[in-house]
């Protein structure tokens, strides 16, 4: 299952990273709210809209340097304010590549 989420992720992102923009057949995909929270539910994740571990509101296409960087920043800034800033601008950008409109 995991495979074709990820692969609809790359498509709906254009093999793009969302930070750096570099294109990439192979670039990785990114769980926002981390998927360790998801499956242990640590935390509510329902209250950020995320149903589940494959949630495409949740996943975002990363480079190899920026999903680095990315998984160091949410050890760093912490889950609250990481996951509010990473969702909300994911969700911008799910919308607006749905509506046909460029980021």
Not at 46 to 62: R, V
Request: charged letters at 25%; one cysteine or more.
């Amino acid at each position: 299952m995991w495979n074709e989420v990820a692969e609809k992720v790359r498509k709906r992102d254009k093999y793009t990273c969302y930070k750096c923009n570099v294109k990439d057949n192979s670039i990785d995909v990114h769980h926002i709210l981390p998927k360790h929270f998801l499956i242990s539910s640590k935390l509510p994740y329902q209250k950020y809209g995320i149903s589940n571990e494959f949630d495409m509101n949740n996943l975002i296409c990363l480079c190899g340097s920026c999903h680095k960087r990315a998984d160091n920043n949410f050890l760093n800034l912490g889950i609250t304010n990481y996951t509010r800033q990473m969702l909300a601008t994911a969700k911008i950008r799910t919308m607006r590549t749905a509506r046909g409109v460029k980021c």
